[in-house]
C-alpha cells in the first residue's frame, strides 16, 4: 500500500489517487462477455456445459437442482454453520421485513384519488459468487428479500461445484431452482432463458468483472438488474486514536476477496499511516489468502490529508461501497458523508459484521455507483404503480386544467378525451 499526502491543488493528482483498481470497461472484457452472450442465446444448454468446462474446469453434473436436492446435500452440514445461517437469517429478515412499503393513497383535489402500490417482481434471478470463495452470505441477502417480496420465481445460479453450505442457505431461503453455472453464462441463461434455466425478469447479485459485465450488457437488452455490484471495495477514515489493528484488519478483510478488491485509508497523519502498515505486514502473515490480498493492497493506497472534513471530501469523491468511520465521534461526520453502498460507525463496527449476520443487506454499488445507486432492499424486488380514480364531480373540477395543459402541446386528442366526458355528463 502506498502512501500519499492529499494535495487540495492539485486536480490530476486526486483522480489518479483516487482511481479505480483496474479500468473495467476495457474493451477486451466487453468483446469477451458478448461472446459468452451470444453463445448461450444461440446454444442455450449446450453452451452453458462447453463454457462451463472452458471458464471452471468442470460440466455440472445436473444443470439443475430442485428444493429436495438442496435440502438434501444441504443436511451434510455442520450444527454450528447451521445454527449460524439460521441466526443470520433471523437479523436479515427483522430488517429486511421492517422495509415493507406501505400504499400511499391521497386525495389531491375533491374527487381525484391517486395511488401508489408496490407489488413483488414475478420471476428473479440470484447471482451467487462462487469462483474464489463460496459466497453463503451472498444466497441470504438476495434469497431472502425475494422471498419476503413474494416473488414466485426465485432462481439462482453460481459457479460448479455448489458446496453444501450454499444447498443449505438456498433450501432454507426458499430458492426455487439452483443452476450450478458462474460467471457471464450463469447470468445470460437467467436472462435469455434456456431449456433448463427459467427466464427471469432481473437479474440481482454482486460478482467479478465478468459477471458485472454481463449484467450491465443484459440490461440493455431488455433484462432488468439490480445495480453494478462488482469487486469488493473499502475506504477507512480513521482518526490518529483510532486503532492501527483494528483498521489494519478491516482494510485486509476486503482485500482477501479478489485480487481486483481495492481498499483505502484515509487518515490525518504519517505517523498512523507507517503504524497501520507495520500492522498490516503483520497481520497478512497469518492470512490463508495472503497472496490475494498482498495484490489487492499493493493498488490500493493511504491518503494523509488535513482534517476530518477533507477526510470526508475524499470519500464523497471515491463513493466506496463500504466506509468504515473509526473516529471520536463517528456520527457527527454522517450529514457530511453523501456517497457511501454502506457506512460502519465507530470501533466496534467492523465491516465483516455487515457482510455477514447485523441484519443489513451486503449487496452494495462500487465503482463510485453509490452517488446515486442504493443498497439492495426490499423495495428492488418490487416494481411500484400508480391507480388513480376520479368521480365525476372530480373530473369535472379538473377538466379545465388538463384541457388547458393539452392545448398548449398541441395535443386535440387528449383535450378530446376530457371534453367528451363532459358533455356526456352534462346530458346525464
Ligand atoms: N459489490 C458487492 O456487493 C459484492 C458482494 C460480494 C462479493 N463481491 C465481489 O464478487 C466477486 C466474486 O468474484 P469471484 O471471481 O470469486 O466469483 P464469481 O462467481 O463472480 O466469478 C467466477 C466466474 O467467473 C468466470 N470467469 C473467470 N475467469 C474468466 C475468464 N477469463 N473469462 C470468462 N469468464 C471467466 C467463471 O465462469 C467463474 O465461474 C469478488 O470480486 C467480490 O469482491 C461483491
Ligand atoms: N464484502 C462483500 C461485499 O463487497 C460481501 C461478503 C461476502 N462474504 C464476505 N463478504
Ligand atoms: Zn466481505
Known amino acids: 500500500m502506498q502512501t500519499f499526502v492529499w494535495n487540495t491543488q492539485d486536480p490530476a493528482q486526486q483522480r489518479a489517487l483516487l482511481a479505480r483498481a483496474e479500468q473495467v470497461q476495457s474493451q477486451d472484457l466487453s468483446k469477451a462477455v458478448s461472446e459468452i452472450l451470444s453463445q448461450v442465446k444461440r446454444q442455450g444448454d449446450q453452451a452453458l456445459i462447453e463454457l462451463s468446462q472452458r471458464f471452471d474446469g468442470r460440466a455440472p453434473e445436473s444443470l439443475v437442482m430442485n428444493s429436495d436436492q438442496l435440502a438434501e446435500q444441504g443436511a451434510r452440514i455442520a450444527l454450528e454453520l447451521k445454527q449460524a445461517i439460521d441466526a443470520a437469517i433471523d437479523n436479515l429478515e427483522q430488517f429486511h421485513r421492517a422495509q415493507a412499503f406501505t400504499t400511499v393513497k391521497v386525495e389531491t383535489q375533491p374527487g381525484v384519488f391517486c395511488e ?114 462488482g469487486p469488493s471495495e473499502v475506504l477507512v477514515i480513521a482518526d490518529d486514536d483510532a486503532s492501527p489493528a483494528f483498521v489494519a484488519a478491516d482494510l485486509l478483510s476486503q482485500a482477501e476477496h479478489g485480487e481486483d478488491s481495492q481498499a483505502m485509508l484515509v487518515c490525518l497523519s504519517q505517523g498512523f499511516a507507517d503504524t497501520v502498515l507495520t500492522e498490516v505486514e503483520s497481520q497478512l502473515a497469518a492470512l490463508t489468502r495472503s497472496e490475494t490480498a498482498r495484490t489487492a ?53 467492523p465491516e465483516s459484521v455487515g457482510d455477514y449476520a447485523s441484519g443489513t443487506n451486503h449487496v452494495l454499488p462500487t465503482y463510485g455507483a453509490a452517488r446515486s445507486a442504493s443498497s439492495l432492499s426490499l423495495a428492488d424486488f418490487c416494481r411500484r404503480y400508480t391507480v388513480q380514480e376520479l368521480t365525476p364531480k372530480g373530473l369535472d373540477n379538473l377538466a379545465q386544467i388538463v384541457m388547458t395543459l393539452a392545448e398548449a402541446e398541441g395535443l386535440d386528442a387528449h383535450r378530446n378525451a376530457v371534453a367528451i366526458r363532459l358533455q356526456a355528463g352534462n346530458a346525464v
Request: charged share 15%; net charge neutral; aromatic share 6%.
Open 116 to 229: 401508489l402500490r408496490s407489488e413483488a417482481i414475478e420471476r428473479v434471478g440470484l447471482y451467487v459468487p462462487g469462483g474464489s470463495a463460496p459466497l453463503v452470505s451472498s444466497v441470504l441477502m438476495q434469497a431472502l428479500p425475494a422471498r419476503i417480496a413474494g416473488c414466485s420465481v426465485r432462481v439462482m445460479a453460481t459457479p460448479p461445484p455448489v458446496n453444501d453450505a450454499i444447498c443449505y442457505a438456498a433450501w432454507r431461503c426458499g430458492v426455487t431452482a439452483l443452476y450450478p453455472i458462474g460467471g457471464a453464462q450463469g447470468v445470460a441463461a437467467m436472462a435469455y432463458g434456456t431449456d433448463t434455466v427459467a427466464k427471469v425478469d432481473k437479474i440481482f447479485g454482486p460478482g467479478n468483472r465478468f459477471v458485472t459485465e454481463a449484467k450491465t450488457q443484459v440490461s440493455q437488452q431488455g433484462c432488468a438488474i439490480d445495480m453494478p455490484a
Open 297 to 349: 493492497l499493493s493498488q490500493s493506497r493511504i491518503l494523509i490529508c488535513e482534517n476530518l472534513d477533507e477526510a470526508c471530501e475524499i470519500s464523497n469523491a471515491y463513493g466506496p461501497e463500504h466506509l468504515i468511520v473509526n473516529t471520536g465521534n463517528p456520527r457527527s461526520l454522517l450529514p457530511k458523508l453523501r456517497a457511501a453502498g454502506s457506512i460502519f460507525l465507530g470501533p466496534w463496527s
